[in-house]
């Protein structure tokens, strides 16, 4: 059973930094491109970062050179740094997870979810 766990959201100011965990079980004895999305109210769940299975990393334009993602293969966990911050940051901030062959930027192809963690920031 898969499950994934994000924690480390909250209330910054713009300019601030936050980083986001994904806790993560169930994935370990499979090849899986794992990653971060987030859903602004109003909006569509829309792609952040993305890291594969071998260690490529994708990121969506709006967060290049601000936002990095990493992982903890020792504790099954996924990171996502997030620096200079801004008010259209703002959003829920989903982990999930994908099969190894899978485009990581088609929504659709997540099988496996977290419940989310709340980022907002304040201008």
């Known amino acids: 059973q898969v499950q994934l766990v994000e924690s480390g959201g909250g209330l910054v100011q713009a300019g601030d930094s936050l980083r986001l965990s994904c806790a993560h079980s169930?994935?370990?004895?499979?090849?899986?491109?794992i990653g971060w999305w987030r859903q602004a109210p109003g909006k569509e769940r829309e792609f952040v970062s993305a890291?594969?299975?071998?260690?490529?990393?994708y990121d969506a334009d709006s967060v290049k050179g601000r936002f990095a993602i990493s992982r903890d293969s020792a504790k099954n966990t996924l990171y996502l740094q997030m620096n200079s911050l801004k008010p259209e940051d703002t959003a829920v901030y989903y982990c999930a997870a994908t099969k190894w062959d899978n485009s990581v930027v088609v929504l659709g192809n997540y099988a496996y979810w977290g419940q989310g963690t709340q980022v907002t920031v304040s201008s």
């Open positions: 890291i594969l299975w071998t260690g490529q990393t």
């Open positions: 169930g994935l370990t004895a499979t090849r899986y491109n």
